[in-house]
């Protein structure tokens, strides 16, 4: 095929109406509008999932950490259902002497662990705690509570469990409490709730 020179510039004049410079910079605007959309939006989905994970995780085993104090960020997780935060294990001497294995250290626990409502069962063995928070009596359904070898005084804290009618397993062993203690625990807690205070306790069934 022979080109001439004046069909050789139309045809470079009809490339140039096709493909004209403000088309071109349109269209690289616009590619790169949709590159960030696709960016923002798998930044915001990898967000979402992070969060997700946080939020709604059922369980958190803290167990033998060494702890100090319960990490801020377990109160995120309004989902929780059980919360670990005692020892490993235990060998116990006497009702009052224990040797815990690689036990945590927590001493005080935080008001926000009212925000837990839905938890089940939560296992503080072995720990330092003296007073449990007035948003405690709001875990309603928990079903385990294991509070063995804190420094409580059962007495101060007997009223907030009353509401915990769906309790099957409560521990108080090596705390500071009486007979008339557990009276009362016994008078306002479910009838089936399974209450430890001494080794034999433990050991029966």
Not at 18 to 30: A, Q
Not at 87 to 94: E, N, R
Not at 132 to 151: C, I, Y
Request: with cysteine.
């Amino acid at each position: 095929m022979h080109w001439t020179e004046s069909g050789t510039n139309n045809c470079i004049n009809s490339w140039r109406v096709v493909f004209s410079l403000p088309d071109m910079e349109s269209l690289l605007k616009k590619s790169r509008l949709k590159s960030c959309f696709i960016l923002i939006l798998i930044v915001l989905l990898l967000a979402a999932c992070m969060n997700s994970d946080q939020v709604y995780q059922e369980e958190i085993n803290l167990s033998g950490k060494g702890l100090t104090e319960i990490p801020p960020g377990v109160f995120k997780n309004k989902k929780l259902k059980r919360l670990g935060l005692g020892a490993k294990g235990f060998m116990a001497y006497s009702n009052i002497s224990v040797m815990p294995d690689s036990p945590n250290y927590i001493t005080v626990i935080p008001e926000e662990i009212g925000q837990l409502t839905e938890l089940k069962g939560i296992n503080l063995l072995c720990n330092k705690v003296t007073l449990l928070p007035g948003s405690f009596a709001k875990l309603n359904n928990l079903e385990f509570l294991d509070l063995s070898f804190n420094e409580l005084d059962i007495h101060t804290e007997k009223h907030k469990f009353y509401g915990m009618q769906k309790l099957k397993y409560l521990s108080i062993m090596g705390n500071r409490f009486d007979s008339s203690d557990l009276a009362d625990l016994r008078k306002h807690l479910n009838p089936q709730v399974r209450i430890i205070a001494t080794l034999k306790d433990l050991q029966s069934r």
